[in-house]
Structure formats: C-alpha cells, structure tokens
C-alpha cells in the first residue's frame, strides 16, 4: 500500500528544506582552506602585508582571480568581503543615496522601480522592499526574462532603473539567459539614463550536467551596445568554498569601478585581505574552481535526482503540477495548480517538514496565482531529501484532496 | 653644529607618517592567531558551523567577548566583520534612509547636523559629508567636548540629531571624557527625540601608561537618564589583532539592536563566523586581550616617547607652540602658530616626510587657524619615528623662519 500524507506525518520528521544552504560534505571539500590555514601565513605575493589596513578594492591577486572566474578586466572587478549581497544592497542603497554614473541620487525622485523576473530571488526582493522601490513582475520564460514586455517597460517608464538578473540557473527556475536576451538587456533603449542590470552570477560554476552551460559576456554586450556602464555584476565563493566564510566580487565598467570606490572608500579601509589570501592560495585558477565545483556536482547531482524521482512517482500525470529539472543551480521549482502552493507548504509543516515560504519568490511574498513552491535540496542528507521529496508529494495530494 | 631643515632634506627620506596603522612588530604580537587558525577547525562551542550561513548578529560567544570587553549585556552587543568604520557608516546611511528608532528617516528632513569635536577623526567627518549632513565644530577640551556649547545647540535645534564622541584617548586630542561630560551627554534634553551618541570606543583598551584609564558606561548613564536608546558604541579588535582582519562589535539598547538586526537582515546572511571563531580562541577573555595590550604598549610608547623628546628638544619654548602627551590612543597633536600647518606639511613632503594633511582632524579638511598637525607614530620603526619627529620639528622651525 503506498504512503499516505497522515502514514508520513507518523513518522515525526523534523527538517529544514527552506534555505539554499550548502551541506557539510560540500564544505569538507574546502576542507584545506582551513587545514592549511596556519601555513598561508601573511605576505601576498607582492609582498603586501595581510594583516594591516587598505587595499580598499581588495588584494591584487584577489582581483586577478575574479576576473578569471567572471571573464572581465582586473581593473573592473573589486573583491570584496564574505557576501555578494551585501554588494548588491549597498549598490542599491548608494544608488538610492548618491546615485549612479550618468544619473541623480534615487531618493530625489518621488517613484523608482525596479523590474523583477518572477519566480526569482526572495532577498532581491527584500532590499528593494526595504529602499521603498517599486516592484514590477517580469514574466520569466525558459531563457530569460519576457523581453518584449521589458523593452516596453524600460524605454517608456523613466521611473525604472534597473532589472534584477540571474543569467545562470536562474534562482529558482533555473532558467539559462540566451544569447539573444543577453543582447536585447544590453542594447535595449531605455527612458532612465541611469538604468542598470543588476546582473547576479550567482550560479556561474554551479553545473548539474555534462554540459558546462555559459551565457554571453554581459559587460562586453554592453560596450557594444554602447551602454558600457550598464552592468553591475555580483558574485561570490560561498557556495564554492565556506557558505559564511567566502569572497565576495562585483565587476562593472570602470567609471562602475571608480563609483564604487569614491563610496566605499567612505565606509571601510579595506576588506580581509587574509581571507581572500587563503582563497587565493586555495582555489588557485579557475581550473582549481572547475575541479572543486565537480565534486560539489557529485554530492549535490543526486540529491536533485533524488527529488526528481520522488516527484515523477508521487505527482507523476497529476493535472497542473508540473517542475522543472535544472541543469545548475541551488533550487527547483514545483508548480502547484493554481491556489495549492500555501496550503501545501502549511501541510508539509504539520508534518514536520520546513519549506520556503510560498510566495517567497515574488516580490511582497505574494505569487499572484498561489503555485510556486521553491524547494532546497542541497542542505539534507540523501536519505532525507528523498523523504523530504515524498513529504512535499504527499503534501500536495494530500491538499488536492482536500477540494 | 645643529642639523638644519636643508641638512634633513639632503637625507632623501623617504616616510609615510599620514595614518595610525600598526606596526609589523605589533601585529607579530597575534602571529598564533594565524599559526593556529589549521587547528581551529570550525565548531564553535555551541556546536555551530562557522562555514556556513546564518547567525546575523554573530556567534555566541564572539558577542560574549564584545559584552565582556565593553561591559554590557550579550544582548546589546552585535559582533560583526572586520570595520567598525562600516558599522559606523551604516548606522548613518540607515539612519538616512530609514530612521532610527523613535525617529522619521533622516532624508525627509531638509537639513540634517552632527555635532564634531574638533580636532576630531577625519573618517567620521568623511561620512557626515558624503551623505550630505552639516558638521557644526565643537571646542574640545581635556575632559570631552565643551558641554555648555553641546547643551545649548542640541536643547534648541531639531536638526541637529548626532555628536560624534572618542570618548577614550579621543583621535587625535587624547582627551579623556570625565564622567560629568559623559553624564551630562546621556542626561541632556534633545531637541531632535531621535539624538544620538555616535560613541566610537576605538582606544578603550589602548593604554600609553601605568593607569588604565576608562570612561564611564555610557548605556548606564543614558539609561539613569531616561535616555536608553541615545547611544550607539562602536569598537573593534583592529589594533587589537589585525588592521584589515579583525572585528568589530556594536553595542546599543536593546531597541537599537533589534533596529540594527532588521536593517542589516536585508544586507547580509552573517558575518564570517570563522575570523570571530579564531577570535574567541586566540583572545580568550578580556584578561587576555589586556595582556596582548600591555604587549602593544611595550612596542608603542617608546615611539611616542621619542616624538616627545625631539619635540621637546627641538620645539621647546617656541610661542604658540604645543603638543599634548597622550595617556593612550595612536596620535600625538602638534600645535603650530595659527596659520603655519599647511606650510609646515608642505616642507615635511618636500624633505620626503608624508604627514597627514593639514586640516584633516577637521569637518570638510578645514582647520579654520592652520594649526594642528595629526602626527601617528606606531607603523615606522623607533628609529624612523626619531628621524620623522626631528624632520617634522625643523619643517616646523622652517616654517616659521619664512616669514
């Protein structure tokens, strides 16, 4: 007899699937960033001691080994501290304050809004909630963003200064931003003069397949768009090495770049340039990165597949549940007919299970249509994800049923 | 026969006196907190996992060490990444956008003032001005600011909604706040119902003689006033440990806290939890940190000392001019004549002696008398400190020579 929804919460199960979390076996991969901790002593290789003030932008060599993992010039990118928010809020709350290259502090303007591609980024969503800036919902398809509804947008509303991107493994649909998207957000007339993709790599390295997927060189589409200033371009390590204890970069333009130092150079002397020693020393290259992030796919691979499975069995032909299968990333997506998502969530509690929030994923946590859930399958354990997968099937018949 | 400023040029030196950065010998002073950084391994005390998200506030005990350094409730302390500077800016751009607690955001009022002792730290200054809020010079005196001028302006304009206070071993002045002028700073009435203390706590440990000096708890005065949420206290581990790797804490009212947790909850997961585990490990307690300052104060009074004697050697009995013996801190004031600062900077450049530029211990670099000179002993060797107070005395003998 299979499971039931009642035969599940029987079995008393208390797990948290709601964070994109990286699980302990991931970070025992950088296992050697604090093993050899002891021995990467102090002096970067131009002889600049660690451990004292400055560098404001970051160490050289820090710089030198984003600019490979994101393909741009060292002289546009700044490694910054432990988190790649943190850039993007104080992007946002400097834009709001002093404005960006090319336009006036945001506050001076009575309405400002930002478009945000749905499903997307709950913490996105919070900053500009927080800075008082007007949300719009941008259809999201399977590579990218509905760009015919955002070159209307943006080349009408001069209220608009910015979209929010996730070109890789969109979080959490996993969407993959094609060329010609990429193209349109780099070329696309736009009302407000300062206008801005706040372009978040987030998921650059991420891969869940044999095919190491890519998208277009944003910073180079915009110069030759000549909108070279454009971009803002956010990543960090935290999901390759330590989750709270990474390196965190943005790259842009160089006036970007000269912007972001005239700011900051206001707030900090300069990051922990001994943290961004040891990744240096850790990582090495970006083919020290790929290797790592090959064994992050090993232990992470399944669990996906895991969720998969569980789901093709449980939801397998049920009418309007449909999720999808990422080729990268932190999440997947399950979409509940319309007007299930919360109350699947809610029976997935009682049974023990901590999901995201349903409307998480929208901007005032509000999915217009109820469906989405956004499920976190790195953090548990194998044996756990599969039952967590169950539990979340069984939830959502269970709340079908209740009809 | 003397040596003359012409005979000090012909040194070809070559020194950067313009910061109060640490010396390498000081920072060899917390080399285990490196060695020892392979076997610290990444399980605080509570079973936490450093390497990854969470922990907004900071790990447990890395606020257990920030309450037992400033004597105030774990509660009321927010350890954080490796400025104070950041937690000071922020407070400021968070106060503009959003407010502080029992007030409106700062941006909707058209002018928004801070009190500034003066001489005072040019960083604070630097803040104030970039986000636009006026800085109105207040005298100081060896107890603090004078209190009759800071009582009659905060009592009777609305505008006026922060003092920024070095209450220890203040930069540069090394005047130490009596307990009346802490007293009377949490006691007095604000027209503005927002006023705040910024308390920047950034010498409390670093001693230059025999007494430790301390100034009274200033969350208990404002709390005995009927003033709970009027201070917020800044402070870190950076001449402690690290320049660009250490810690930094905030510590407030319970609300204050609670505010700082909501704003900075948009901002960040957490902070690197690993650097404040290293922390916690290598300090210990608070009897731990003295000792590692009494080890500081070996390497840096003899520095101050050597100022003091070639001044005194070659300044002494000069008219109008002075210069203060501080009790702690990193900086020793140098008084010239009024109008004779800028020009004296200007010869110590051209003998190839870098000082801070005349002004800067002053709101918008302006020293309205041309007197004061910011010296910051600890980063050259013994040697060079004697060399640079001497080249720095005959810039100054020069300069009065011209006229």
């Given at each position: 007899m299979p499971m039931t929804y009642n035969d599940f919460k029987q079995l008393g199960m208390r797990l948290d699937m709601s964070r994109g979390k990286p699980?302990?076996?991931?970070?025992?991969?950088?296992?050697?960033?604090?093993?050899?901790?002891?021995?990467?002593?102090?002096?970067?290789?131009?002889g600049i001691d660690c451990r004292n003030y400055g560098h404001l932008?970051?160490?050289?060599?820090?710089?030198?080994?984003?600019?490979?993992?994101?393909?741009?010039?060292?002289?546009?990118?700044?490694?910054?501290?432990?988190?790649?928010?943190?850039?993007?809020?104080?992007?946002?709350?400097?834009?709001?304050?002093?404005?960006?290259?090319?336009?006036?502090?945001?506050?001076?303007?009575?309405?400002?809004?930002?478009?945000?591609?749905v499903p997307g980024y709950d913490r996105h969503f919070a900053i500009c909630e927080a800075l008082g800036i007007r949300m719009i919902n941008v259809p999201m398809n399977d590579d990218g963003p509905d760009m015919d509804f955002v070159e209307s947008q943006v080349a009408s509303d001069a209220s608009i200064k910015a979209i929010w991107c996730v070109p890789l493994y969109s979080n959490p649909s996993g969407a993959i931003y094609s060329a010609e998207v990429v193209r349109r957000l780099a070329a696309m007339p736009a009302a407000a003069p300062d206008f801005r993709l706040l372009w978040d790599d987030a998921y650059r390295f991420h891969h869940l397949t044999d095919q190491k997927h890519s998208t277009l060189n944003v910073l180079d589409a915009c110069a030759a768009a000549g909108h070279e200033d454009r971009a803002l371009i956010f990543a960090s390590l935290s999901?390759?090495?330590?989750?709270?204890?990474?390196?965190?970069?943005?790259?842009?333009?160089?006036?970007?770049?000269?912007?972001?130092?005239?700011?900051?150079?206001?707030?900090?002397?300069?990051?922990?340039?001994?943290?961004?020693?040891?990744?240096?020393?850790?990582?090495?290259?970006?083919?020290?990165?790929?290797?790592?992030?090959?064994?992050?796919?090993?232990?992470?691979?399944?669990?996906?597949?895991?969720?998969?499975?569980?789901?093709?069995?449980?939801?397998?032909?049920?009418?309007?549940?449909?999720?999808?299968?990422?080729?990268?990333?932190?999440?997947?997506?399950?979409?509940?007919?319309?007007?299930?998502?919360?109350?699947?969530?809610?029976?997935?509690?009682?049974?023990?299970?901590?999901?995201?929030?349903?409307?998480?994923?929208?901007?005032?946590?509000?999915?217009?249509?109820?469906?989405?859930?956004?499920?976190?399958?790195?953090?548990?354990?194998?044996?756990e994800v599969r039952l967590a997968a169950l539990g979340i099937a069984l939830s959502l018949r269970r709340a079908l049923e209740e009809i």
């Open positions: 699980a302990p076996e991931q970070l025992e991969l950088s296992r050697a960033l604090l093993d050899e901790a002891g021995t990467t002593g102090f002096l970067s290789r131009d932008l970051g160490l050289p060599e820090a710089r030198e080994l984003g600019a490979a993992f994101l393909e741009v010039p060292v002289a546009q990118v700044v490694a910054g501290g432990n988190s790649s928010l943190e850039l993007m809020h104080d992007a946002l709350a400097f834009a709001m304050l002093f404005g960006v290259p090319g336009g006036e502090p945001w506050r001076k303007q009575d309405d400002i809004a930002v478009l945000c591609p999901k390759v090495t330590f989750g709270g204890g990474a390196m965190a970069f943005l790259a842009a333009s160089k006036r970007n770049v000269d912007w972001w130092q005239q700011r900051v150079s206001v707030r900090t002397i300069g990051p922990d340039k001994l943290n961004q020693l040891r990744h240096v020393r850790f990582l090495r290259d970006r083919a020290g990165l790929e290797r790592l992030m090959e064994c992050h796919r090993a232990l992470v691979e399944p669990k996906f597949a895991a969720i998969a499975a569980a789901f093709a069995e449980h939801l397998g032909g049920l009418e309007g549940v449909t999720w999808n299968a990422p080729a990268g990333g932190y999440f997947i997506s399950l979409y509940t007919p319309p007007g299930f998502a919360k109350r699947t969530v809610a029976l997935a509690a009682e049974a023990g299970l901590v999901l995201t929030p349903a409307g998480a994923a929208y901007p005032y946590g509000r999915d217009p249509d109820d469906r989405h859930l956004r499920i976190a399958p790195t953090f548990p354990t194998l044996d």
